[in-house]
């Protein structure tokens, strides 16, 4: 045990491009056989998985070619969408395996460096639900430790030489492409022809205090007197994340009721890819509507304490073609927010005093 520790040390110490090294000689392992190769079970946070993950499997199968076609992607949530380019050759989901509460209380860490007791059975039940008695696995371990290595040598390294492609993007062991388009909205929701997505939720970016709990219940109440309001929050406990009130109205509409633990995450998309933008919490959701391809206002109490190489990373990546964009802004800038989304509808007094409806305005 003591030895394995210890070589273990060793390989953290190690430059990156040894690790690099190490990844593409099991990828090309991988690509040798001829079954299923399970790629995760993602276990993590939204963002990490359309900033990091995902680009790692595309980079994975532009490395080696003998990978498409024969991959299953395990996730959470209902994201087969979100790889779609993929041509995976199916998609398990998580939570059709095991019950939310179960799934918070034993998973590790949303940074899966090592290959858990509980990854080890999400394995095998995947490898069940398939029929198979053996399947290669790419596992996000590769992913994590490769990242953290770029972290502890050069924190800004994912995103330093970020360049286009056909189609879209590439980075350090990452390839990026705009996600396309999933089915719309569930007829059921009775969404209307034209709406802003909207989801606010308590983070360490956006706390749930009192004040910023009122601060976007009075955006949600300006976006909506412009334009109708889909709330994408839910009720459900998949993680320390809990919705802020965003107040009630004829144009604040919910699609909570739609989503369940292994399809929150499609409805989410699919609501939001009909929409004419994104507006909540910067997070995992304020990066996937430019993945959709649209604009995206993510709102957060301060940007210090984030960490300011994945805002780099995504700002990088959403410059590029068939992407949108990504708008950063603070609960500082509050008096500036309600100017942009009440003071030209309700006539708001604007920074010097001046309504903006009067004369020198």
């Known amino acids: 045990m003591l030895g394995r520790l210890r070589k ?6 190690e430059d990156p491009s040894v690790h690099l090294q190490r990844v593409r000689g099991e990828l090309a392992g991988l690509a040798r056989g001829d079954g299923p190769v399970l790629a995760g079970p993602f276990l993590g946070e939204v963002g990490f998985e359309l900033l990091y993950w995902l680009p790692f499997v595309r ?24 790889a ?40 095998a039940a995947v490898r069940d639900h398939l029929g198979v008695r053996a399947a290669g696995v790419l596992h996000p371990s590769l992913l994590f430790d490769l990242y953290y290595r770029m972290v502890k040598h050069d924190r800004r390294a994912f995103a330093a030489a970020v360049t286009p492609t056909d189609g879209g993007a ?35 970016s956006l706390p749930a205090s009192a004040e910023n709990q009122a601060l976007v219940r009075r955006l949600v109440d300006n976006l909506a ?13 998949l993680d320390d994340h809990r919705d802020l009130g965003a ?18 995450l499609d409805v989410q998309t699919r609501v939001l890819a009909g929409a004419r933008g994104f507006v909540g919490t910067y997070g995992g959701l304020s ?53 942009a989304f009440g003071g030209l509808v309700q006539g708001a007094r604007g920074l010097s005093g001046r309504s903006l409806s009067s004369p020198g305005a």
């Open 84 to 123: 779609a380019d993929l041509d995976a050759a199916g998609y398990v989901d998580v939570l059709s395996l095991i019950s939310p509460e179960e799934l918070v209380l034993r998973r590790p860490s949303l940074k899966q460096r090592e290959v858990s007791a509980l990854d080890e059975e999400l394995l």
């Open 170 to 204: 590439s980075g350090l062991a990452a390839s990026y492409r705009p996600i396309a388009a999933p089915a719309g909205p569930p007829p059921e929701a009775g969404l209307p022809e034209e709406y802003v997505a909207v989801r606010f939720y308590g983070r360490a």
């Open 8 to 13: 273990l040390a060793r390989r953290r110490r």
């Open 225 to 237: 007197d412009k334009v109708p309001v889909v709330l994408l929050g839910h009720d459900l406990e």
């Open 287 to 339: 990066y996937l509507a430019p993945s959709l391809g649209l604009p995206s206002l993510a709102l957060s109490s301060s940007l210090e304490g984030l960490q300011p190489w994945h805002l780099d990373l995504a700002q990088q990546v959403f410059a590029m073609p068939g992407f949108g964009s990504l708008a950063c802004v603070t609960t500082a800038d509050s008096e500036l927010l309600d100017l």
């Open 247 to 264: 107040g009630q109205g004829e144009r604040i509409l919910s699609v909570a009721h739609l989503m369940r633990p292994a399809d929150n």
């Open 59 to 82: 980079w994975a199968v532009e490395q080696e070619p003998g990978l498409r076609g024969r991959l299953v992607l395990v996730s959470r949530g209902g994201t087969a969408s979100w």
